[in-house]
């Protein structure tokens, strides 16, 4: 708020004195505070020798109040209601009598009526009041504010006019005067201006709207534009519709025209879209109701051939391409049943196949228990046994799995695996005390040295009889490949005394000894010979008699050697370090 002197014209945003009552004035000499309003209206005070502003009154401006003279009270500000909701208002307020009315159920006088304060020669008066009135700022009531709007609305005030303009059609209204001052009715007119311009803004986009409408259901009913769509035609047979001649903007008509053409064309392409669907539709149908005939392996030339006059009669506007496409999705979708249905009866065949496998199974199972089959079982001569049983039956006539020999041999393999277990057991138990079994060693003998194993009784007789025969066995093979190491031995001890340089006949054995452990085979040698033994060959190499119990002969010697001549036959074979070593010891 501020204050404007008419006869100065001075305008000052302090409250002038000759204003002020008497408490304004005590409060103004008496203080420093001034009161002040922010944009929005807000009160706030200000202290000219501190500059510094608060929201609340200064205690020295509240004692320097009448305690006994209450604040006046301030009517709340209506809200003014804007161009469109007085249009709206006007609109529905004319009851049946006839008289119009305002928001407020006010009547509302017509522009022209007579009035003493609307009168022509009291338009100087008013204008020389309005001066006068001037000299204070003032602050028009809602009512007025809303009757001087509904007045420029009326005379059809448009957003664009100047204020000359529009007061020579509103000055004759007894609602002009309903503003007192001059800048109040052109601040009000600046707000129906603005306000005025959306509204027109808007009717002017729904004019336009209402106009294209009009002209695409124009052409939509013109069958001529279906077969010439040109805008020259169209203006031609439709120019004197009254939705053709709603269209002002000539470039409006064009663009719309356009817009109305790829809407047809776009129209027209779905519909054929969805004929073409429908037709695909009604083919699919028909290919679904065939017989067994159509599989998936089924040729396109063949079943044209056989579908054509039901193609033509039930799926009109149906293309060779398109048929085509249709019947390969079908067989796709044939190809995906049998599919679906081979993995099923594969499922139902595994699953039966499991089960007579199973069965067989439990039959191996139950019969080792039983103990008819232990380590010493065939299986030919167990096949004679099981072979008119129901499940050996099954189990051969699966297609894909194991066969019953094949279940047969994993039982054995668990046969076998126990009666390892079971011979470790038995060999760990001769070890730590000190026991072998040799080649000669019998059942008898061989279960007396296990008298005090405790888990004999837990391997059954069978088992026990082919324990004591892989041992046998293995102690056979060790005593067969020792003496296979001592007879090489020999051989080459042999060898060592005829290429040995320095070596003779004449020599006595101490120094022959000496000669012959320089050898590279001699140190191998003496692991399998004794002193005595290599005496003896030493003595039989020299011509002398051997011992009758001394390894080897002089027949031996003369057919070995490495010197590569006729007589001492062919050049032994060039020994691997592998050839010197022991094989792990066996029980």
């Known amino acids: 708020m501020y204050y404007y002197n008419a006869e100065t014209k001075q305008s000052s945003w302090e409250k002038p004195a000759e204003l002020m009552t008497e408490a304004e004035r005590a409060a103004a000499q008496g203080s420093q505070w001034k009161e002040y309003k922010t944009a929005e209206g807000r009160v706030y005070w200000y202290h000219k020798g501190t500059k510094q502003s608060t929201w609340t009154m200064p205690d020295e401006l509240k004692a320097a109040q009448p305690a006994a003279q209450p604040a006046a009270a301030k009517p709340a500000a209506a809200e003014v209601p804007s161009v469109e909701e007085i249009s709206k208002a006007a609109a529905a307020a004319k009851p049946k009598d006839g008289t119009l009315r305002d928001e407020f159920g006010v009547p509302i006088r017509q522009g022209g009526a007579a009035a003493p304060s609307a009168a022509p020669g009291a338009a100087a008066a008013g204008a020389s009041a309005a001066a006068a009135a001037d000299a204070e700022v003032y602050v028009p009531p809602p009512e007025a504010k809303a009757d001087f709007k509904r007045l420029l609305l009326e005379n059809k005030v448009r957003s664009t006019w100047k204020w000359e303009t529009a007061m020579r059609k ?61 805008l020259q035609v169209a203006a031609g047979l439709l120019g004197e519709d009254p939705r053709w001649r709603a269209v002002k903007n000539s470039q409006d008509l064009e663009y719309w025209f356009e817009d109305w053409l790829r809407h047809r064309d776009r129209r027209e392409k779905e519909k054929r879209k969805e004929k073409q669907r429908d037709a695909e539709k009604e083919f699919r149908k028909l290919l679904e109701e065939q017989g067994p005939w159509l599989t998936s392996v089924t040729e396109w030339r063949k079943a044209q051939a056989r579908l054509q006059g039901e193609i033509q009669a039930r799926c009109e506007g149906l293309d060779k391409l398109a048929c085509l496409d249709v019947f390969q999705a079908h067989v796709r979708a044939l190809e995906r049943k049998e599919d679906e249905e081979r993995a099923q009866r594969r499922e139902a065949e595994r699953k039966e196949d499991r089960a007579a496998r199973d069965a067989f199974h439990r039959v191996l199972v139950a019969d080792r228990k039983a103990g008819k089959i232990d380590a010493r079982t065939r299986w030919k001569d167990y096949r004679k046994r099981v072979e008119k049983s129901e499940e050996y039956a099954a189990v051969e006539g699966t297609k894909r799995g194991p066969r019953a020999r094949e279940l047969f041999e994993d039982v054995m393999d668990d046969v076998d695996a126990e009666v390892d277990r079971q011979k470790k057991g038995v060999r760990a138990y001769l070890q730590d005390h000190g026991r072998a079994v040799s080649a000669s060693t019998d059942l008898a003998a061989f279960l007396k040295m296990l008298d005090k194993f405790r888990s004999l009784d837990k391997i059954s007789d069978i088992n026990r009889a082919v324990i004591h025969e892989e041992l046998v066995e293995r102690a056979k093979e060790k005593e067969a490949k020792e003496e296979r190491r001592k007879r090489r031995a020999v051989e080459d001890f042999q060898d060592i005394l005829r290429d040995t340089p320095g070596l003779s006949r004449d020599l006595e054995w101490p120094e022959a000894l000496r000669l012959a452990a320089k050898a590279k085979y001699f140190p191998d040698v003496s692991k399998y010979l004794g002193p005595e033994e290599l005496a003896a060959l030493f003595a039989e190499w020299k011509g002398e008699s051997a011992p009758a119990d001394a390894p080897g002969g002089a027949d031996d010697g003369k057919k070995r050697g490495r010197s590569g001549s006729a007589e001492a036959g062919p050049a032994k074979k060039a020994r691997t370090p592998d050839d010197s070593e022991e094989e792990g010891e066996i029980v």
């Open 170 to 230: 509103v000055v004759g209204d007894a609602r002009y005067a309903a503003l007192k001052t001059l800048s109040a009715r052109k601040q009000c007119f600046e707000e129906y201006q603005r306000e005025r311009k959306a509204v027109e803004q808007q009717e002017v986009r729904r004019q336009a709207q209402d106009a294209r409408a009009g002209l695409l259901e124009l052409l939509d009913e013109c069958p001529e534009l279906q077969i010439t769509p040109q």
